[in-house]
């Protein structure tokens, strides 16, 4: 399986601050790299998908990169709704697995 | 739009068996997988398999494998995941979720959840 780590597990930020999370891979994964925000006693949120692509309705300042293994989703202007934990998953493939998450408080 | 909606919360004992249902909406039932995704308490998300809907083959982690039936009735939409021989540990969230993309691995769409309590 591959394994999916995250750093930092957690972080305080402000708002107005720019927030970078990082997530590696244990092999390449080549672009399949996902991220979800979840809210408390919420379900996750897809976030951004193939490393670097927004769905609609998420706002730009979600940005993601990467590719093969390192992966980067940035935060820019931190808003008051975004104080969430974060997610990365990799659909390369089964079993899907996702890192253990970052929270953002 | 796209709708999951998952059954209620259940209490059950060690040893017991549940099993809890996603119904879907606002989309062709039959030509998206369906994922399931545990939480623990506190804890972070657990793939657990993947249902086509269109023929009702699955494909479940190893650490399920056994244990875990996934299911699907395309009259209703709704797909099921059956785990049995509970453990305290089996305590969590579940979460069905809607896959598209590469390998139909992004989850675009999630149920509510549905907690399940293992107790004795």
């Known amino acids: 399986d591959i394994q999916m780590t995250q750093s930092p597990s957690s972080l305080s930020a402000s708002v107005g601050d720019r927030v970078t999370i990082t997530c590696r891979a244990s092999?390449?994964?080549?672009?399949?790299l996902n991220w979800y925000q979840q809210k408390p006693g919420k379900a996750p949120k897809l976030l951004i998908y193939?490393?670097?692509s927004l769905p609609s309705g998420v706002p730009s300042r979600f940005s993601g990169i990467g590719s093969g293994t390192d992966f980067t989703l940035t935060i820019s202007n931190l808003q008051p709704e975004d104080f969430a934990t974060y997610f990365c998953?990799?659909?390369?493939?089964?079993?899907?697995?996702f890192g253990p998450g970052t929270k953002v408080d | 739009q796209v709708q999951l909606v998952q059954s209620g919360a259940e209490v059950t004992k060690p040893g017991a068996s549940v099993k809890v249902s996603c119904r879907a909406s606002?989309?062709?039932?039959?030509?998206?997988?369906m994922h399931w995704v545990r939480q623990a308490p506190g804890q972070g998300l657990e793939w657990m398999g993947i249902?086509?809907?269109?023929?009702?083959?699955?494909h479940y982690a190893q650490k399920f494998q056994g244990r875990v039936t996934m299911t699907r009735d395309t009259s209703t939409s709704t797909v099921y995941m059956d785990l049995s021989s509970l453990r305290f540990e089996d305590t969590a969230v579940y979460y069905c979720?809607?896959?598209?993309?590469?390998?139909?691995?992004?989850?675009?769409?999630w149920g509510q959840g549905t907690l399940v309590s293992v107790s004795s």
């Open positions: 979720a809607r896959g598209v993309g590469y390998g139909s691995g992004t989850h675009d769409s």
């Open positions: 606002g989309y062709t039932f039959n030509t998206f997988y």
């Open positions: 249902i086509n809907p269109s023929d009702g083959t699955t």
């Open positions: 092999q390449s994964i080549r672009s399949y």
């Open positions: 193939t490393a670097s």
């Open positions: 998953q990799q659909n390369y493939n089964s079993p899907f697995t």
